[in-house]
């Protein structure tokens, strides 16, 4: 059973940065493609970033690319997402997601492992 608990948000003013973290345990994190996603009040959960077990590629909304960037350190089982450039269309509370499978990685409906997620708020 792989657990994954998201750190790092908080409130920041439009044009900050935040860096959130989730940590893996439970399972061999290396083999496992990542995911951030984010739900704002009364919206849909939305894809925002992605990465390949390797680390080697990774994917973008269109929302967030050239702002927004996830990386991972597989010796730390820790996924990262850095985020720049924030703007308050930006609040929402954010969750990463693991999975076997390579397939879909922007669709939430890929990943078989959720985090509780972790706010992010910015104020304008």
């Known amino acids: 059973q792989v657990q994954l608990v998201e750190s790092g948000g908080g409130l920041v003013q439009a044009g900050g940065s935040l860096r959130l973290s989730c940590a893996a345990s439970g399972g061999t994190f290396s083999s496992y493609a990542m995911g951030w996603f984010r739900q704002a009040p009364g919206k849909e959960r939305e894809f925002v970033a992605a990465?390949?077990?390797?680390?080697?590629?990774?994917y973008y909304a269109d929302s967030v690319k050239g702002r927004f960037t996830i990386s991972r350190d597989n010796a730390k089982n820790t996924v990262y997402l850095q985020m720049n450039s924030l703007k308050p269309e930006d609040t929402a509370r954010y969750f990463c997601?693991?999975?076997?499978?390579?397939?879909?990685?922007?669709?939430?409906?890929?990943?078989?492992?959720w985090g509780q997620g972790t706010q992010v708020t910015v104020s304008s």
């Open positions: 997601a693991s999975t076997r499978g390579g397939v879909g990685l922007r669709s939430p409906n890929a990943y078989a492992y």
């Open positions: 990465i390949r077990s390797s680390g080697g590629i990774t």
